[in-house]
Nanobody, 123 residues
Framework: QVQPVESGGGSVRPGESLRLACSIS????????IAWYRQAPGRAREFVAV????????AVTDSLKDRFKITRDGGKKKVFLQMKNLKVEDTGVYFC????????????????WGQGTPVNVSS
């Protein structure tokens, strides 16, 4: 059973940066499409970014693409979400989702989900 594991969350001030990482604790990293989702308190989970198993198909939701970037390091077997100029509204739990079908992972139907890593942006 594939198990995504998120790391890198924390508490920061507005304008600061964080880099989240998603690794696979069980199963094979290669061949998995991976996406990031986030859920703010009291709100529905929302799509943030996705990247294909071979590093292609990297995409960030329009509202965040000027501040967030998704990358994949096959050697380290991790997918990173670089977040800069963080805002209070970026606060939430960030989840990593993985699967074998890009469209499903992109659409929130990834087969595997991590437990999430919290991000808190406050002054």
């Amino acid at each position: 059973q594939v198990q995504p594991v998120e790391s890198g969350g924390g508490s920061v001030r507005p304008g600061e940066s964080l880099r989240l990482a998603c690794s696979i604790s069980r199963g094979t990293f290669g061949g998995l499409d991976i996406a990031w989702y986030r859920q703010a308190p009291g709100r529905a989970r929302e799509f943030v970014a996705v990247i294909g198993w071979n590093g292609g198909g990297a995409a960030v939701t329009d509202s965040l693409k000027d501040r967030f970037k998704i990358t994949r390091d096959g050697g380290k077997k991790k997918v990173f979400l670089q977040m800069k100029n963080l805002k209070v509204e970026d606060t939430g739990v960030y989840f990593c989702s993985a699967g074998h079908t890009y469209e499903k992972v992109r659409g929130g139907e990834g087969e595997y989900w991590g437990q999430g890593t919290p991000v808190n942006v406050s002054s």
